[in-house]
DNA sequence: GTGAAAGCGCTAACAG
DNA sequence: CTGTTAGCGCTTTCAC
C-alpha cells in the first residue's frame, strides 16, 4: 500500500521546499546544480512522480487530447486513431477515444463532456451540418481540428484527402475502360466528403462528353448494408449500370456482396471501383480497383495542427488551415471493359 | 472568452455559499427543497459543469479509464474498444486509448503513464511473460481485468473466450471432413491464447487417435505477415497439410494470400479455418470456416468487472473472476474433404 | 538561489 | 440545514 510519493516527499527528502523540487525539476535553470542534484536523487530515490490532476487543475486543461470518430471498429477509423495516438504520445498527451456512431447528436453530447474534462483539444471527423453545428463547436472553446468531412460554416483546421480527386480518377478509369453507364453509390448527402466526391464523378463524365445520369446516382449513407440495399437496386434495373463507383470502402464491401449475391460476376458483368482503402485487399477476390489515403500522414498532420494550435490557446487567431492530401489510384481486378 | 463559470460563480448567483453548492448540486438531500431549487437554478442559468480536473484531484482518480490493446487497427481490437467506450461512457467514465504495439516493453511504459495519471482502472490485453511481469503490473496499484491474454502468476480478473474449446471445434470439424494432415499457424508462443490454442489442437487429434506432426505446428506470431510466410514454407513441403488452422484472424488472411499467390484453390487443395471473426468475411472468397467470439458480450463483461473493482478500491480483496465465453462455429467454404 | 504563501476548483468534516 | 475551514498536489509570483 505504498502510497504515491507527493512533491513535499522530495522537498522533505532532499531538504528543501516544494518550491525549490518544483522548480529543480522543471526545466528551469534557477535552481544551484548542487540543490538540483539533491533534488533528483530524492525524487529518483522515492520514484517521484508529479500528479498529473494536480498539474492539470493548475494549468487549466488536461494534458490529453479527444479522439473523436464516427465508427472505431472501421480499420480506415482505426488507423486514422492509432497514428495520433502515437503522436499524441510523443508529446506527452494522452488520448480519450469516442465513437459517435456518426450521430451528429451523439457526437455533441461527447464533444460537450469532453470540453468539460477541459481537455486539450480534439481530432474531430464531424458529422454535423446545418445552421449552429459550426456555432456550438466554436462555442466549446476548445482547439479543434477536422478531418475528412469538413464543416460548412466553421472555421477549423481541416485535413484530408481530396475527394473530388478521388473520385475523378476512378472515373477517369472507368471512362477510359470503355464505361458509358457509370453509377456512383454516394455518401451521406449531408457531408462535405460525399458532396465532392460526387462532384468529381460528375465533373469527369461531363468533361468526356458522357451526361451523368442522376438515377445511377444513389445515396448509401456510407454504410454498408445501405450499399448492399442500393445495389441490389441498381443492378436489377433493366438499364443497369456497366460500373459502380462506391464512395467509400464499407460501402464498396456491401456493393461487392449484392453483386456477387445476384449471381454477377465482378468485373466481368460490372465494374466496381472505391474509394478509400479496404482492409485486406489483397485477399478480396476480386481485388479492388481503389483510390486510397495515407492515413499515417493524414493522422500525424491533424495531431501536428492540434498540437501548434494548442499552444497558444486561441491567443493570436492563426487563421484556419487546409491540408488536403493527394489519394493514390491502386488498379485492382475489379474493373476492366464493360460487357458486350 | 467567457471563462467557465465555477462553483463560487453559482455560489455567488444562488446567494449560497460554495459547499452549498457542492451539497444540493450532488445526489445528496442535505439541503432544503428552496435552496436546493435556488441553487440549481443558478446553476442552470450560468451553465455549470463542475471542473472534473478539481473533482478528480480531490477524489484521487480519474474518471477515466484506459484501455491498452495491441493493435488498435485491427478491427477486433476496433470492436473490443467500441464496447468498452460504450459501456465507460454510460458509467461516466471516458477511455483513454493507446496501443502498445504487442510490445512488452511499449505497454509497460504506456501502462506506468497511465497509472500516474490516477487513471480509475485499465483493460489491458496483456503482451508481458517472464517472471516480474506480474509484479509490476501489480506494483501499479490500479485494478486491471485482462482480455483476451491471462497473465501466467497474475491475480487479475480475465475475460475472454475458450480458445482451447475453439481450436477443438475446427479441429474436430476437419477431422469429421476427413483430414488427417493438420497444421496449424499458431500465435506467439510466449501469449497465454496461442498455448491453448494449441492444446485444443492436440489434444482432439489425440482424441480421435491421429498423432499430430509437430513439423506442422508452425509460430505465426499473430502476425499475418510471419503467416504469410509459414504458409508459404508449408505449403510447398512435399508432405504438405491438407487443413490449415489460424490461430487468428490476421493470420487467416496471411494464409489465404499465401495459397492464393501459390496457385493453390481453397478448399480443394487445401481447406483453412481460422479462430476470430475476419471482417467482411462475406466478401473474401471462399468465405471461411471460423470460430467467432461475442466482441460485445466480452467487451461489456471487461467493463464490469472493471468498474466493480474500482468501486471498492483494492478495499475488500475481491478474488480474480474469470469469464470464459464459449465461442461459436461459422462454416464458410474454406473447408471441405481433403482433396484424393 | 531559495522559501513562504496563495490559489487552481472542488469536497467533506465539523461547527453552528 | 448551512457556512466555515481545511486541504487534494502542484506551480508561481514575490520577498528575502
Known amino acids: 500500500m505504498t502510497a504515491m510519493p507527493t512533491i513535499r516527499d522530495v522537498a522533505r527528502l532532499a531538504g528543501?521546499?516544494?518550491?525549490?523540487?518544483?522548480?529543480?525539476?522543471?526545466?528551469?535553470?534557477?535552481?544551484?546544480?548542487?540543490?538540483?542534484?539533491?533534488?533528483?536523487a530524492a525524487a529518483e530515490q522515492l520514484g517521484y512522480q508529479p500528479n498529473p490532476l494536480a498539474q492539470s487543475l493548475k494549468r487549466g486543461h488536461a494534458r490529453?487530447?479527444?479522439?473523436?470518430?464516427?465508427d472505431i471498429s472501421n480499420p480506415f477509423f482505426g488507423r486514422l486513431l492509432k497514428g495520433?495516438?502515437?503522436?499524441?504520445?510523443?508529446?506527452?498527451?494522452?488520448?480519450?477515444?469516442?465513437?459517435?456512431?456518426?450521430?451528429?447528436?451523439?457526437e455533441l453530447a461527447v464533444l460537450q463532456k469532453l470540453a468539460a474534462q477541459r481537455i486539450g483539444g480534439i481530432v474531430l471527423t464531424p458529422h454535423g451540418g446545418g445552421e449552429d453545428y459550426a456555432a456550438r463547436l466554436h462555442g466549446l472553446q476548445t482547439p479543434i481540428v477536422t478531418v475528412d468531412h469538413r464543416v460548412p460554416g466553421g472555421r477549423f483546421d481541416y485535413v484530408a484527402s481530396d475527394g473530388c480527386l478521388a473520385a475523378a480518377m476512378l472515373t477517369e478509369h472507368l471512362l477510359n475502360?470503355?464505361?458509358?453507364?457509370?453509377?456512383?453509390?454516394?455518401?451521406?448527402?449531408?457531408?462535405?466528403?460525399?458532396?465532392?466526391?460526387?462532384?468529381?464523378?460528375?465533373?469527369?463524365?461531363?468533361?468526356?462528353?458522357?451526361?451523368?445520369?442522376?438515377?445511377?446516382?444513389?445515396?448509401?449513407n456510407y454504410v454498408d448494408s445501405v450499399a448492399y440495399e442500393q445495389t441490389m437496386r441498381l443492378m436489377t434495373r433493366p438499364d443497369r449500370p456497366t460500373a459502380i463507383l462506391a464512395a467509400n470502402n464499407m460501402m464498396a464491401l456491401g456493393a461487392l456482396q449484392a453483386i456477387q449475391e445476384l449471381g454477377f460476376s465482378c468485373p466481368?458483368?460490372?465494374?466496381?471501383?472505391?474509394?478509400?482503402?479496404?482492409?485486406?485487399?489483397?485477399?478480396?477476390?476480386?481485388?479492388?480497383?481503389?483510390?486510397?489515403?495515407?492515413?499515417?500522414?493524414?493522422?500525424?498532420?491533424?495531431?501536428?495542427?492540434?498540437?501548434?494550435?494548442?499552444?497558444?490557446?486561441?491567443r493570436q487567431e492563426v487563421a484556419p488551415r487546409d491540408l488536403i492530401l493527394i489519394p493514390r489510384l491502386v488498379l485492382g481486378t475489379s474493373t476492366s471493359q464493360p460487357p458486350r
Open 64 to 70: 490529453m487530447i479527444g479522439v473523436i470518430v464516427g
Open 268 to 314: 466481368r458483368d460490372v465494374s466496381l471501383a472505391a474509394i478509400d482503402d479496404v482492409p485486406w485487399s489483397a485477399v478480396i477476390r476480386p481485388t479492388l480497383t481503389m483510390v486510397v489515403q495515407d492515413v499515417d500522414r493524414l493522422a500525424r498532420a491533424a495531431t501536428d495542427f492540434l498540437l501548434e494550435r494548442m499552444e497558444d490557446r486561441g
Open 16 to 40: 528543501v521546499s516544494t518550491s525549490t523540487v518544483s522548480l529543480a525539476l522543471g526545466s528551469g535553470n534557477r535552481v544551484s546544480p548542487e540543490t538540483a542534484g539533491r533534488v533528483w
Open 84 to 106: 495520433v495516438e502515437r503522436r499524441a504520445l510523443e508529446a506527452g498527451f494522452h488520448v480519450v477515444v469516442s465513437d459517435s456512431d456518426a450521430n451528429a447528436t451523439r
Open 177 to 220: 475502360l470503355g464505361h458509358r453507364r457509370l453509377a456512383q453509390i454516394a455518401g451521406r448527402p449531408d457531408l462535405w466528403t460525399a458532396v465532392e466526391r460526387k462532384r468529381g464523378f460528375r465533373m469527369t463524365l461531363q468533361a468526356a462528353g458522357v451526361e451523368p445520369d442522376e438515377s445511377l446516382i444513389v445515396d448509401g
